[in-house]
Nanobody
Framework: QVQLVESGGGLTQAGDSLRLSCVASGGMFRSYAGAWFRQAPGKEREFVASISWGGGTTYYADAVKDRFTISRDNAESTLYLQMNVLKPEDTGVYHC???????????????WGQGTQVTVSS
């Protein structure tokens, strides 16, 4: 069983940057691919980015490509999401997840974090 705890969210302005962190405990995090999802108020949860267990393969949603970067430090059991040039439409609760690289892109994960709120004002 892997427990995931996110941090780094907050209130910021359009154009600013934030870095989210997700610390894993209780299991072999390095065996799983990792991903970030987000859910805006009144909307369904959507895929943001994913990364393979070794970090060599990454995928991004079109809406965040070239602005967000996903990375991981397996020695620290931590997943990161660097978010640059933030926009109001990036507002939402950001969840990290762990599972299969293929199924993460489809929205399915073996483990989920509770989420951290990101609010971007215009």
């Amino acid at each position: 069983q892997v427990q995931l705890v996110e941090s780094g969210g907050g209130l910021t302005q359009a154009g600013d940057s934030l870095r989210l962190s997700c610390v894993a405990s209780g299991g072999m995090f390095r065996s799983y691919a990792g991903a970030w999802f987000r859910q805006a108020p009144g909307k369904e949860r959507e895929f943001v980015a994913s990364i393979s267990w070794g970090g060599g393969t990454t995928y991004y949603a079109d809406a965040v490509k070239d602005r967000f970067t996903i990375s991981r430090d397996n020695a620290e059991s931590t997943l990161y999401l660097q978010m640059n040039v933030l926009k109001p439409e990036d507002t939402g609760v950001y969840h990290c997840a762990a599972g299969s690289l293929t199924t993460l892109q489809l929205g399915a994960a073996d483990f989920w974090g509770q989420g951290t709120q990101v609010t971007v004002s215009s």
